[in-house]
């Protein structure tokens, strides 16, 4: 459960004046509820999942995660019950360590103790983890990290996110640096955590009919604000059309190439 | 000749143990050494000049490890200071190691009493302990050898079990993904601060080595021991290729026993080609350079 209570978030431009990315937002996700944020370049969607990850402060506002006030709490501190994937593969994982210890690092949140990492026990359960990912990547715990394609690594950083089943998944734009045929993968593996884990899900994407198909809710946002948020019926019966037209009409003007903002 | 190269190359190796764990399971270029080297030197000859008179002569295993306390404990102040030089103030990591080495320059002054130079004289505990124990059994250089041996396999059993913890591989992964180990819910400034604490300890623990294998601590030690460190870490990659942290721990040593060889055949034939002990210096820089030109030639042909 996220409680978001009008934060704002800004950057100072000097002389007093300042760029407001997140103008008091407001936002409450339920408890197992997946919401698909859509948006232009520049609406605040990844500043609004950096706000919640604790990447950047707020200037002003409260954020709760399952009755918790973390408003102050540092971004590593919020990862123990934060999951996170970024749209690089490459910035989840420590590529120059191995399958298994990525895995041993992800699967304990918080200190960590003097006790080996990664004795057969925890090396059994791992390979039995990374073997839901379909990709054989079981028989190749020993090797590093940097030598998996784009779709493996970012399906291992969706796992570690994952693994210790976290209060909130936040994914910004996750396969979009991905080849098609991985994209779907890595999509698939995503619903299928979401549902078996139970998990609060914000996504990030720029792909229309996926956030229509895979989200219980859409949130559409603009220039640091939500102009849209549909679910239930609402949400069932729009379309890709739907919702260009419905960026339109909440922006009140006429954009030429909105499908394009959009992307 | 050769176990003075040996034992040499061994006390010198963990110094660039240290330098190997800043530099590259870090990633923090760390000049901190410079002044954590000699401060343990000097912790750990001060430490030998106080107590060792309540000891007796003859040496004492327990004055040893006084000693050798000493200098963990005076190079792992230096690297805490370092440390939070660069956590607090957020300047470059080279620039707060330079800060610490400057300010050490004096404190290490300091504790040597307000003189540059500390001979140990009137007893060399740490020396004369190894022979006393090992007396009869091995001449003495050999006996020097031995302990060293014994004290560098010790240090690397430690070093391989705390690489291998749950805190060793978050500190592994901290130098290849700042972000993996935040993701973990792990303070990143604490652990950093640890590592460097580590790095810089081991420093130390080599100074105070140092000081009683040569007889004496000098607050010039330090001159020059992160290029020499570094040159020793590079050799070692270069003749022993492994993403195994064990390997990687021993192959600091032959690195350091190998450049310590270069060295000693530098200052014993290099008049041949005209190369004095000024030189040296020069001929550790070529070496880094020479080890990275040809890491990166196998890297493209691999």
Redesign the interface.
Known sequence: MIEIESARVSFSLGAGEEHVVLKNLSLSVKEGQTVSIIGSNGAGKSTLLNAIAGTVPLRAGIICIDGVDCTRQ????R??YV??VRQNP?????????IL??L???S???????????PPVIARRMAEEVAQLGMGLESRLHE?VSRLSGGQRQALTLL??VISKPAVLLLDEHTAALDPANAEKVSALTKRFIQEFGLTALIVTHDMSRALSEADRIVMMHDGEIIADLSGEEKTSMTVAGLVDLFRKARGRDYAEDRDLLR | MIEGILVEGLIYGILALGVFISFRILDFPDLTVEGSFPAGAAGGAMTALVLGPKFGTGGSPLLVACILCAGLIAGGLAGFATAEIYHRLKVHPLLAGIITMTGFYSINLRILGGKPNLPLIAGNPLLDTVRSLLNGMLSPEFSLLAASMLAVLVLFGILDFFFHTEVGIAMGALGDNENSVIQAGINPVRLRTLGIILANALAGLAGAIAASYQGFADVNFGQGVVASGLATVMLGELVIRSQYIGVQLARVFIGSILFKALMYAARSWGYLAGITPNDLRLITALLIIGSIALSKVGRKSS
């Open positions: 540092a971004e590593w501190e990862a123990r999951g996170r490459l910035a989840g994982t420590a590529g120059a360590m191995t210890d990525n041993a690092l992800a304990r949140k918080g200190p960590r103790r003097l006790k080996i990492a990664t590093n570690m996110a």
